[in-house]
Nanobody, 128 residues
């Protein structure tokens, strides 16, 4: 029932920019709280690495290699997270995954608290 819809990936040249979006929603239910959201990328060996993370209060963390170039943000009213990626480098090429730690309730009153959910991934390719 939980869905994280990602968008904004694509192909750019070195030095270009992309803006990723991730919108969380629940079919036949409602989101009560999105306590944290983050962006991960696959990396080598199929082991996902944290790129950027943001709490519901706006506290952020970044992978060292993207500091100063990437900016994570969120719109709590829309349950949406963004990743502004500037000055992109070829080493940024990867599949980027949205993750959300959220609490939600279905129509029957069943609550799922503090669970992690993943988006389908969006491809970012930086040429040169």
């Amino acid at each position: 029932q939980v869905q994280l819809v990602e968008s904004g990936g694509g192909l750019v040249q070195t030095g270009g920019a992309l803006r990723l979006s991730c919108a969380a929603s629940v079919a036949f239910g409602s989101i009560l709280r999105v306590s944290a959201m983050g962006w991960y990328r696959q990396g080598p060996g199929n082991k996902r690495a944290l790129v950027a993370h943001i709490t519901d209060e706006g506290s952020t963390t970044y992978l060292e290699s993207v500091k100063g170039r990437f900016t994570i943000s969120r719109d709590n009213a829309k349950n949406t997270m963004y990743l502004q990626m500037n000055s992109l480098k070829p080493e940024d090429t990867d599949v980027y995954y949205c993750n959300a730690h959220l609490t939600w309730m279905d129509r029957m009153g069943t609550m799922e608290a503090g669970k992690d959910y993943w988006g389908q991934g969006t491809q970012v390719t930086v040429s040169s």
